[in-house]
């Protein structure tokens, strides 16, 4: 966080398909947030994605990551959509966020699974193994492993071949690993680190790493797990765990695993920080070009990021929990979006479910 008075600065990129849409209704709450607990936002609307890519032929255009940098944090929508689907790899509208999490340094990647009660009826798990206030943090390092590594096509005694190479660097697993104790410092003080000592080097040195800064942490209880228990363990006993970190490759799948007990995508919210603790926010879920334009989206996923934004940027926890609550009493008053709807169900469009949230915040 760059130093502030009371007025913070975000860069808005509202992106593509129900980006715009979700993030204006998260915009709203964020100013009645602001209302209610007396501080200022000033917005700074940029281009990201497909939409970067009519303007400027880029889908990261240089003044939009600029105007990122010299924010107090960015909160992102979503971008692609099939208009844009034959461009090259890196000029597609998702080669933007690639471009925004590698330019802005963030490094650590923070996606709660946590059940809404009146949701628990959308959990593809059964209710006697989800239990009461699941409530789950996968902290998934995001800049380092075999997605960085060396990777190369060759030949291999006369055969044709590819390799990618895993490689993770001291200070990378010691900067998450400390993150991951800290956070659950404020949680529930359990972490659980998440590799492949058993066969691979790098998970041998990652776990002797975590356990080394886990001497710093002697309130927090830490355990090891191998990934291939922990994906079972996540749908088997998903309440044993607080905190999860594990690097970029184990953590992109076991991430989307936890979060998918909650059952719904538009529900999903994310925050990426960097070393200094700046901060991108986004809903997990994408431009949804299905439902774009029609009043449609949920925007809860899109609200939910601005509730990690008032904690992780702002340390607002007051905030953030008042932005919860809201969304936790509009669903116990039986309102939702199409996707969540059960038959008892009053829908709401994304723009009155925005309106339903905002009137709800309170101090
Ligand atoms: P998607 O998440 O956009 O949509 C998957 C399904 O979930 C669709 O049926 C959609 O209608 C529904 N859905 C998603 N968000 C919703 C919401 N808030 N409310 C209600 N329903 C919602 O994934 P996809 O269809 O695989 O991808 C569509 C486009 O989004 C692609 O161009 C893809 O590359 C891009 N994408 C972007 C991001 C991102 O910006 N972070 C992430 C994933 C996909």
């Known amino acids: 966080m760059n130093s502030v008075t009371n007025t913070y600065k975000i860069t808005v990129l509202p992106g593509d398909g129900i980006g715009p849409e979700v993030i ?142 895993m490689i993770y660097r001291k200070f990378e697993i010691e900067r998450i690993a400390r993150l991951a104790f800290e956070t659950a410092r404020k949680r529930k003080k359990k972490v659980t680190s998440v590799d492949k000592a058993n066969v691979l080097e790098v998970s041998r040195f990652w776990r002797e790493i975590v356990t080394e800064v886990a001497k710093d942490y002697p309130d927090v209880e830490l355990k090891h797990l191998y990934v291939d228990n922990a994906a079972m363990q996540i749908v088997i006993n998903p309440g044993q765990f607080d905190v999860i970190v594990t690097g970029n490759l184990f953590g992109d799948i076991l991430s989307d695993e936890a979060a998918m007990i909650t059952g719904s995508i538009g529900m999903l919210p994310s925050a990426s920080l960097n070393s200094k603790g700046f901060g991108l926010y986004e809903p997990v879920h994408g431009s949804a070009p299905d439902i774009a334009g029609q009043n449609k989206a949920n925007p809860l996923a899109a609200i939910l990021s601005v509730a990690m934004m008032l904690e992780y940027s702002f340390n607002m926890k007051k905030a953030a929990e008042a932005v919860e609550n809201a969304v936790l009493r509009v669903l116990q008053e039986g309102y939702a979006t199409r996707d969540l709807a059960t038959e008892n169900s009053e829908v709401l469009g994304c723009e009155e479910m925005g309106d339903a949230v905002v009137s709800r915040i309170i101090g």
């Open 24 to 165: 204006k209704q998260a915009v709203k709450v964020l100013d009645k947030v602001a209302e209610v607990f007396g501080f200022g936002v000033e917005y700074n609307y940029a281009d990201i994605g497909g939409i970067a890519i009519d303007k400027t032929g880029d889908p990261l255009p240089a003044e939009t990551l600029e105007l990122c940098k010299k924010s107090d944090a960015v909160l992102l929508g979503a971008v692609g959509g099939p208009k844009w689907d034959d461009l090259p790899l890196n000029k597609r509208p998702e080669a933007g966020l690639l471009g925004i999490r590698s330019g802005l340094g963030v490094f650590a990647n923070f996606r709660p699974a946590k059940i809404f009660p009146p949701l628990k009826n959308s959990s593809p798990l059964k209710d006697r193994i989800i239990g009461d206030n699941l409530d789950i943090l996968v902290l998934r390092e995001l800049t380092g492993d075999v997605y960085f590594g060396e990777k190369k096509r060759t030949v291999y005694d006369g055969e044709p071949c590819a390799y990618d190479t």
